[in-house]
T-cell receptor, first 112, second 116 residues
Framework: QKEVEQNSGPLSVPEGAIASLNCTYSDRGSQSFFWYRQYSGKSPELIMSIYSNGDKEDGRFTAQLNKASQYVSLLIRDSQPSDSATYLCAVNGNTNAGKSTFGDGTTLTVKP | DADVTQTPRNRITKTGKRIMLECSQTKGHDRMYWYRQDPGLGLQLIYYSFDVKDINKGEISDGYSVSRQAQAKFSLSLESAIPNQTALYFC???????????????FGPGTRLLVL
C-alpha cells in the first residue's frame, strides 16, 4: 500500500461544475497536508494547506481533512479551463521529519 | 528574479557520465530538497538537507549524491548516469517549522534530464 494515494484519473468536469479530488494516507501521525497544482511541464505550486480537521476555504478552493478516516480532499467550485492541471496531495509526518510524501497526482481537465 | 533556480534546465548525457545539477535559492530557507518525477507519477524524494551540515537520504538515493555548499546552494550529482535516471528533477526549499507547523515547499522550475 502506498503511503499517499489519490483517486485515479483522469478526471473530467464541465466548466462551472465542482471538481472533487481525494487523497488517503497511511501514517496516522501525519500532521500537515498540502495540495499542489502542477501544470504540464511546470513545477508544483501550493494551492492549499490544512492542519486541523474540518474545512478550509480559499476562494473557489475548499480543503477538507478527516484525520480519523485518514482522508483529505480538495473541492474546486465553479471549475474553469485554467484549473486543468495535475493536483498533487502531499502529507507530512511530525515536524522533526519535515519532509513530504507525495501522491501520484490526479489529472483534472475542465471542458469549456 | 525567481526565488529558486535550477541549472541546467535541460541536459542530455550518455550512460556512464557524471553530471551535476545545481540549485540556488534566495528565499533564505534552511531546508532544501531534491526530487525526481517520472511521467504520470508524483515526486520521489532523493535527498534532503535541513541545514548546511545536515544531509539525509530520501526514498531513492541510490546512484545519487548531494552537496550543500552553502545555505543557498544544494547540488545533485549522478555519479555514473544510467538510462532509468531519465526524469524531471526538482529542487525545493522550505523554511524551518515554527510553532509545530510544517512549512510549505517552494519548487524550482525543474531540470529535464535525458540519459542515452
Amino acid at each position: 500500500q502506498k503511503e499517499v494515494e489519490q483517486n485515479s484519473g483522469p478526471l473530467s468536469v464541465p466548466e462551472g461544475a465542482i471538481a472533487s479530488l481525494n487523497c488517503t494516507y497511511s501514517d496516522r501521525g501525519s500532521q500537515s497536508f498540502f495540495w499542489y497544482r502542477q501544470y504540464s511541464g511546470k513545477s508544483p505550486e501550493l494551492i492549499m494547506s490544512i492542519y486541523s480537521n474540518g474545512d478550509k476555504e480559499d476562494g473557489r478552493f475548499t480543503a477538507q481533512l478527516n484525520k480519523a478516516s485518514q482522508y483529505v480532499s480538495l473541492l474546486i467550485r465553479d471549475s474553469q479551463p485554467s484549473d486543468s492541471a495535475t493536483y498533487l496531495c502531499a502529507v507530512n509526518g511530525n515536524t522533526n521529519a519535515g519532509k513530504s510524501t507525495f501522491g501520484d497526482g490526479t489529472t483534472l481537465t475542465v471542458k469549456p | 528574479d525567481a526565488d529558486v533556480t535550477q541549472t541546467p534546465r535541460n541536459r542530455i548525457t550518455k550512460t556512464g557520465k557524471r553530471i551535476m545539477l545545481e540549485c540556488s535559492q534566495t528565499k533564505g530557507h534552511d531546508r532544501m530538497y531534491w526530487y525526481r518525477q517520472d511521467p504520470g507519477l508524483g515526486l520521489q524524494l532523493i535527498y534532503y538537507s535541513f541545514d548546511v551540515k545536515d544531509i539525509n537520504k530520501g526514498e531513492i538515493s541510490d546512484g545519487y549524491s548531494v552537496s550543500r555548499q552553502a545555505q543557498a546552494k544544494f547540488s545533485l550529482s549522478l555519479e555514473s548516469a544510467i538510462p532509468n535516471q531519465t526524469a524531471l528533477y526538482f529542487c525545493a526549499t522550505s523554511d524551518t517549522p515554527m510553532g509545530g507547523v510544517t512549512e510549505t515547499q517552494y519548487f524550482g522550475p525543474g531540470t529535464r534530464l535525458l540519459v542515452l
